[in-house]
């Protein structure tokens, strides 16, 4: 499907990456991605609902995003439930380093793993509570130009960074609904300039700040229509300044303007084999559970919950939730 939008910009959906499994060969109620050093992608996949006992399915999936009809890849997976090393019961987010180390954020255990490319653990920091370098419930992760990593602190209500190491640096935020405030803010990205966006899930808006952590400006309001959002999960920025949010309850993705001007929304079109039941396994952290059954051609998103564009390919992707997979649109500017 093709999606005209303003300024010269046109949408092409391009292909889907994965299927729901326990194995090797998709996801689990997939959460977050991040891009590698070759392009390929590092994606969350949560598994079942952590209770404390076992959580089928979760893992980090190295896969290829490919292109259309190309045969899914995935290159390697890492912490799955039957390593038993306890490293990731609940993960959220997964960064990569300048080097090629991923970091994951855990948060029922309030912590950052890292592991190399070949997935060997490496180290791991971070512990629960409220004061200066503390984690209550991590969520988005970040890194900046200088290898120093943002840490999204939902339950906290702030964002924190670190040096690689888990040296804290400052934070910025706090519980509230005025500017620069969060109410359980979930993802985070960072633009070319080194401005952070944060997508703040319970004010419904994404907001912008300084590398330090001053205000810029917000996106969205409250609502379905243009340019509203309804519990946003996560935020990308390409490299035309366009800004992508994962608009969650409104199961779509919403694009605006670096200027704050509403484009366009992305439904999702990926083919579909049959129709689906699920649980959205986000429900820990924000006590929702829904249930979506469909029995069409074509799938519309269910909760797309994660997203990131990948400049050098002009293409966004888009992590599925209920759905269990990625979609991949392309961007042109005519």
Not at 29 to 51: D, F
Not at 216 to 225: A, K
Request: charged share 25%; with cysteine.
């Amino acid at each position: 499907m093709v999606i005209e939008a303003a300024k010269g910009r046109k949408y092409n959906f391009s292909h889907v990456v994965g299927r729901r499994s326990d194995a090797r060969d998709g996801y689990k109620w997939p959460t977050a991605l991040c891009l590698g050093k070759s392009g390929e992608a590092y994606v969350v996949s949560r598994g079942n609902e952590y209770t404390g006992a076992e959580t089928g399915g979760m893992r980090v999936s190295r896969v290829v995003i490919g292109n259309p009809g190309e045969k899914f890849v995935c290159l390697s997976e890492f912490e799955k439930l039957e390593d038993q090393r306890g490293l990731l019961v609940w993960p959220t987010a997964v960064a990569m380093d300048s080097e090629g180390n991923a970091y994951a954020a855990d948060e029922a255990l309030n912590h950052i793993c890292v592991f190399d490319e070949g997935a060997n653990f490496l180290n791991k920091w971070g512990s629960e509570g409220n004061g200066e370098g503390e984690l209550n419930g991590p969520s988005g992760l970040a890194f900046d130009g200088e290898d120093n990593l943002y840490v999204v602190d939902s339950l906290n209500h702030r964002v924190q960074k670190f040096t690689k190491d888990g040296k804290f640096l400052l934070s910025f935020g706090g519980e509230g609904s005025e500017e620069g405030q969060f109410r359980m803010p979930w993802g985070i990205t960072i633009d070319s300039k080194g401005d952070i966006y944060v997508a703040d899930w319970k004010n419904h808006r994404v907001q912008k700040f300084t590398p330090g952590g001053d205000f810029l400006t917000s996106y969205g309001t409250y609502g379905t229509g243009d340019g509203q959002l309804n519990h946003p999960t996560d935020v990308a920025v390409d490299s035309d300044g366009d800004v992508y949010v994962s608009d969650w309850a409104n199961q779509r993705v919403h694009i605006f303007t670096q200027d704050g001007d509403a484009v366009t929304s992305l439904l999702g079109d990926a083919p579909m084999g049959r129709g689906r039941v699920g649980n959205h396994p986000i429900d820990s952290l924000v006590q929702v559970t829904q249930r979506t059954e469909l029995h069409s051609e074509t799938s519309p998103f269910m909760y797309p919950i994660g997203l990131v564009f990948d400049s050098a390919e002009g293409r966004l992707i888009v992590v599925d939730c209920v759905g269990s997979r990625l979609q991949v649109y392309t961007k042109e500017i005519s």
